[in-house]
């Protein structure tokens, strides 16, 4: 049946510098999809990762292999027939761990594969077998890149295997592309693709309520479609490629223009969200205005209206006294009267005496 993908994850792929023995160079610009697959003709299990057309990875596992978890995202593993060190960086802890386990699981079923053929073909040598002495010469400390260095160089090892080990060559690997499982596999991953379309479509309707959610599902519709990208460029560089492929291709490419464009709206869409909350900012900004200046209103009303219950109460206290004046006045008034009365009368009894005395 051949080889058959039988495990996949994605991881940012390195290699040890052929020259310090120390130093990681990287061998992918972005993330890579990094597979194990099977040969049920050889019963051997190798791992293999294309970058576009080239074969960034393509190591058999041996009962001598041993991957090492040296951070919490990153992990490495010999392959002394590429006489290289590969290492793998990954998004999270999980994806490490399940990818050690699968490694642990298919190099113990390539012991047991070796060992059987061991007792069939005693003189016969088993295709996974390796020799001790072709691992690599000088111990290795293990080394976790730096998060910077895994988008940044162009710069990618020469995987050429040397003169005494042969590894498959690399045409062999983009091969794997053209078997029925990868092309279930394909179109799995678009179906996985459409789900996650309408998923991101019923979550655009709730994106108003929360535009951070919006801009995080948005990059992961971006990485798909730059995923289906790489999926499209690796198709056309295959030359024997078959009708179902090519219409595979087709509708891939007519599900990324859609993609593309509802990509596009949702960009306008968020445009909108955007303006319309700076909008409701500068509405909240003059609510809070308007609240402090009715605030400050309300405490100029107040003052006034003490100001004004303690002119209504001077105004009292003034009545009251002019009253009491007026009341003094009028008593004076009356004694006044009183006197101006008796001087009348004394003035004219002074009068009659002097007349009576002439």
């Given at each position: 049946m051949g080889e058959q993908p039988i495990y996949s994850t994605r991881a940012h792929v390195f290699q040890i510098d052929p020259n310090t023995k120390k130093n990681w160079l990287p061998a992918?610009?972005?993330?890579v999809t990094v597979s194990y697959f099977y040969?049920?003709?050889r019963n051997v299990y190798r791992i293999i990762s294309l970058d576009g057309t080239k074969a960034i990875i393509n190591s058999t596992i041996s009962p001598n292999m041993t991957f090492t978890k040296t951070s919490q995202k990153f992990g490495q593993w010999a392959d002394s027939r590429a006489n290289t060190v590969y290492g793998l960086g990954f998004s999270t802890e999980h994806h490490l761990s399940k990818f050690a386990e699968k490694f642990a699981e298919y190099k113990e079923a390539a012991r047991l594969a070796k060992e059987k053929s061991q007792e069939k073909m005693e003189m016969a040598t088993s295709p996974s077998q390796e020799s001790p002495a072709g691992e690599l010469s000088s111990p290795l400390t293990p080394l976790t890149p730096p998060m910077e260095n895994i988008n940044g160089t162009d710069e990618i090892c020469d995987t050429t295997p040397n003169s005494e080990s042969r590894p498959e060559p690399a045409q062999s690997a983009l091969a794997f592309a053209h078997s029925p499982a990868m092309t279930k596999h394909w179109e799995a991953e678009l179906e996985a693709l459409k789900g996650n379309n309408a998923k991101l479509t019923a979550a655009l309707l709730e994106s108003t309520a929360n535009v951070k959610q919006?801009?995080?599902?948005?990059?992961?519709y971006q990485e798909e479609a730059e995923r289906l990208h790489k999926r499209v460029t690796e198709l056309e560089c295959q030359s024997n490629q078959t009708p179902v492929i090519k219409s595979q291709k087709t509708e891939l490419n007519q599900t990324i223009e859609e993609l593309e464009n509802a990509l596009r709206d949702k960009e306008e869409e968020m445009e909108k969200l955007k303006e319309e909350l700076e909008n409701m900012n500068d509405l909240m900004e003059q609510k809070d205005t308007l609240t402090q200046k009715l605030e400050e209103t309300e405490l100029r009303s107040r003052v006034l209206?003490?100001?004004?219950?303690?002119?209504?109460q001077r105004l009292e206290e003034n009545q009251e006294?002019?009253?009491?004046?007026?009341?003094?006045?009028r008593t004076l008034l009356e004694l006044l009267d009183g006197k101006i009365f008796e001087l009348t009368e004394l003035r004219d009894t002074l009068a009659r005496l002097i007349e009576e005395a002439s």
């Open positions: 992918s610009k972005h993330a040969d049920s003709t919006w801009k995080q599902q948005l990059a992961a209206e003490e100001q004004l219950a303690g002119a209504e006294e002019q009253e009491n004046f007026r009341k003094s006045l």
